[in-house]
């Protein structure tokens, strides 16, 4: 990525990566989310592998914030001030289980290996 790119997108060094940092943090305490919640394991199944290695009670926290939020949002409705202001919206649990699935699987494919998961159409 070139240095102006990145630049760009580091909220430490562009005012309009920090505005928009700030905005999705915003967003994701009204609903009590984090930022790794929001990736779809349906839609990549690095993620879904990921997820699959983690922990068991990090799943379940997961699954439960996002049962939460669609709680919340079906009600037109924030999460409470005080809750709002406990949550950690870029704390990450998922980035370096995912990078390392991403590290295999490029491996995998550079030794010519078969994949461990593909996706069927059924």
């Given at each position: 990525?070139?240095?102006?790119?990145?630049?760009?997108?580091?909220?430490?060094?562009?005012?309009?990566?920090?505005?928009?940092?700030k905005?999705?943090?915003?967003?994701?305490?009204?609903?009590?989310?984090?930022?790794?919640?929001?990736?779809?394991?349906?839609?990549?199944?690095?993620?879904?592998?990921?997820?699959?290695?983690?922990?068991?009670e990090?799943?379940?926290?997961?699954?439960q914030?996002?049962?939460r939020?669609?709680?919340?949002?079906?009600?037109?409705?924030?999460?409470?001030?005080?809750?709002?202001?406990?949550?950690?919206?870029?704390?990450?649990?998922l980035q370096?289980m995912?990078?390392?699935?991403?590290?295999?699987?490029?491996?995998?494919?550079?030794?010519?290996?078969?994949?461990?998961?593909?996706?069927?159409?059924?």
């Amino acid at each position: 990525m070139s240095s102006f790119l990145q630049g760009l997108l580091d909220p430490k060094k562009s005012r309009l990566a920090a505005v928009h940092m700030k905005s999705l943090s915003r967003r994701l305490r009204n609903y009590g989310l984090r930022y790794d919640d929001l990736y779809d394991p349906y839609y990549d199944l690095d993620v879904k592998e990921a997820l699959n290695r983690l922990p068991r009670e990090i799943v379940d926290a997961r699954h439960q914030r996002l049962k939460r939020a669609m709680d919340l949002s079906m009600k037109h409705q924030y999460l409470a001030e005080d809750l709002q202001a406990m949550q950690t919206p870029f704390r990450s649990y998922l980035q370096e289980m995912l990078a390392l699935v991403k590290r295999e699987r490029a491996e995998r494919e550079a030794l010519g290996a078969l994949p461990l998961y593909q996706r069927s159409i059924p």
